[in-house]
């Protein structure tokens, strides 16, 4: 365990409230990936019984934040270049560019409109250094995309690699010193308002990869 601790909890949906709590302290990165956590010491912490631990541990493992090796540990799981360069980068391009292609003529004023405030809001934040928070506004941007596709698979598939998504986020978010990760995400704006697919799929393919730096970081 870090030197991070929990707050103590309420009897009031005692469960949930233990696994948000942990998937927050998670995705806010207070719990770095490969940090240990031992349902003892979190039960006392929270000054709760191991019982509701245990099954938030076990929901968490089912959303991939958490690993549990037999007889072993329980650790944050971690996410490394290989599966984002070959796995998750590949997924996230191709699921926002079919929903570009299909569903582009959806993109009216008031979804531009929304997606400046994504923008702005980032600016704010980065200015601030309220790195959780641009991670979350970082996944609101692609997600606004994604909100276009009514379909399931689109759906489900994006939910499949949104914690794995977070995590990458998470682990770069630091490489943002300036206002790179503004311009990045106010240029595929830039872009998509010109409804030129050409235009667009290189920049999200770009915007994707990144710079070495930020893969590698």
């Not at 980032?122 to 970082?138: A, G, H, T, Y």
């Not at 009514?150 to 490489?175: A, C, M």
Request: proline share 2%.
């Amino acid at each position: 365990m870090t030197s991070f601790t929990f707050n103590q909890q309420s009897n009031i949906s005692l469960r949930e409230k233990v696994t948000n709590d942990i998937r927050n302290a998670i995705l806010k990165g207070e719990l770095q990936p490969g940090s240990r956590l031992k349902e003892i010491d979190i039960a006392v912490q929270m000054g709760v019984s191991r019982g509701p631990i245990r099954e938030a541990i076990r929901q968490l493992e089912r959303e991939g934040l958490l690993i549990t090796y037999p007889y072993k540990e329980t650790v944050v799981a971690d996410i490394d270049v290989e599966e984002v360069k070959d796995i998750l980068i590949p997924i996230r391009f191709h699921l926002e560019w079919y929903v570009i292609k299909k569903y582009i003529h959806q993109m009216n004023e008031a979804f531009f409109d929304q997606m400046q405030q994504i923008i702005e809001s980032m600016d704010v934040n980065l200015k601030e250094n309220n790195r959780d928070r641009l991670v979350e506004l970082d996944v609101q941007f692609h997600e606004t995309i994604i909100g276009l596709a009514p379909e399931r698979t689109v759906i489900l598939t994006w939910k499949s690699i949104l914690n794995q998504t977070r995590l990458h986020f998470i682990k770069n978010v630091g490489y943002h010193n300036n206002d790179k990760i503004v311009k990045d995400h106010q240029a595929l704006l830039d872009k998509l308002i010109t409804k030129d697919l050409e235009l667009i799929q290189q920049e999200l393919q770009y915007h994707m990869e990144g710079e070495e730096s930020f893969l590698f970081s």
